[in-house]
């Protein structure tokens, strides 16, 4: 509101006493006061401050941001190492926008088929490793048990021959009938096959008792085995695609015969409920706050109208790149802050397979 008027009536007053100023000095005097007190008041009137401009509206915070699956996505890629980096995608067991579960095989790499082989092998080897202990345990050397037995048999059923022809040699030296080197090779043949069965009897007992040192070593070919497998099983999962958490197949980027892309093999993500995350700039946070309703609307197709939604959560990350982009390199030329957008239970039915839309966001005041 204008002051003008009350000071062009003050002027007024001042004009109408100077008019009147006449005669004696009391009246003069009355009047001079009388205009310097208005004199004073147009004076406080004419200098007082002007009222403050009314407030600005509060002006409406916008973002860009991506509808993403509650608990985000993940990328899937091929295990560090894997041939060199030459791997390539074999064949995908699942088709986009499948749902899937937690360590289900969704495809194979090109290796597997190679390495599964390593893998038979490796199988077949501890079996022949674990047969050996088994037989060493048992003490199982058959055939030369077998063999032992019957030669132990065989000497004994000479040797009382050999010791009636001994005797025999023994009188007959005796009655001078034979010589010295006669009787001699008869002490031999007699002796030899004394040791002989004394002989075949260690050899018996070496195949019925276990050696530690046959143990010993029949057990370190089995760790050899299982060590063996172990990694060719560990090979052969590198070369397998598997899903690390239960929700959909989202998007499949490298497809049979291609590489690992930028982005990854694939990507997932649990679809059960849908988000915005929107990135703002750190000066407009402080106009953010929870439970703030929003509007969000798609930056170029992909659904129509305008959804409603509130803020769930402001993370205190601050960043000074694109949270959105696949290069971490991408830098924007401001910092800023992701901020979580939770929908209604209609609305991210709705969008459960437009996972990585790109959308607009405001943030009501």
Do not use: C
Not at 107 to 117: P, T, V, Y
């Amino acid at each position: 509101m204008t002051e003008a008027p009350h000071v062009d009536r003050l002027q007024g007053l001042q004009r109408f006493w100077r008019e009147r100023a006449w005669g004696s000095g009391r009246q003069k005097l009355v009047t001079v006061s009388v205009l310097a007190v208005l004199g004073l008041a147009g004076w406080q009137l004419s200098h007082r401050p002007a009222p403050p401009p009314p407030p600005l509206a509060p002006r409406a915070v916008t973002a860009l941001g991506r509808l993403t699956p509650q608990g985000g996505v993940v990328s899937l890629s091929t295990a560090s190492g894997n041939s060199g980096g030459s791997e390539v995608v074999d064949k995908w067991l699942v088709s986009e926008g499948a749902t899937i579960r937690r360590g289900q095989l969704l495809g194979f790499l090109s290796s597997w088929a190679s390495l599964r082989k390593g893998v038979v092998q490796a199988e077949s080897q501890l079996a022949l490793s674990e047969a050996k202990l088994a037989q060493v345990d048992a003490g199982a050397r058959q055939g030369a048990r077998a063999k032992a037995e019957a030669d132990l048999k065989a000497e004994q059923v000479v040797i009382p021959y050999l010791k009636i022809s001994q005797q025999k040699s023994v009188e007959l030296f005796k009655a001078g009938a034979i010589s010295e080197e006669e009787l001699g090779k008869a002490d031999a043949a007699l002796a030899q096959g004394q040791a002989n069965i004394q002989a075949l009897k260690g050899t018996l007992y070496d195949n019925l008792t276990v050696r530690p040192v046959d143990r010993e070593v029949a057990v370190a070919d089995v760790a050899v085995a299982k060590a063996n497998l172990a990694q060719a099983r560990s090979q052969l999962r590198n070369a397998e695609i598997r899903s690390p958490l239960d929700g959909k197949l989202l998007r499949i980027y490298s497809w049979p015969g291609m590489k690992e892309t930028d982005q990854g093999l694939a990507q997932i993500g649990q679809v059960g409920a849908m988000q915005v995350w929107a990135q703002v700039f750190q000066s407009d946070i402080p106009q953010v706050r929870p439970d703030q309703p929003v509007e969000i609307w798609p930056e170029s197709g992909g659904f129509s109208g305008k959804l409603q939604g509130r803020v769930q959560e402001i993370t205190g990350e601050v960043s000074d790149r694109d949270l959105f982009s696949v290069n971490s390199n991408n830098n924007v030329n401001a910092r800023v802050v992701l901020v979580k957008i939770a929908l209604s239970p209609a609305d991210s039915a709705r969008l459960a397979r437009l996972s990585g839309l790109n959308v607009n966001v405001r943030f009501l005041p």
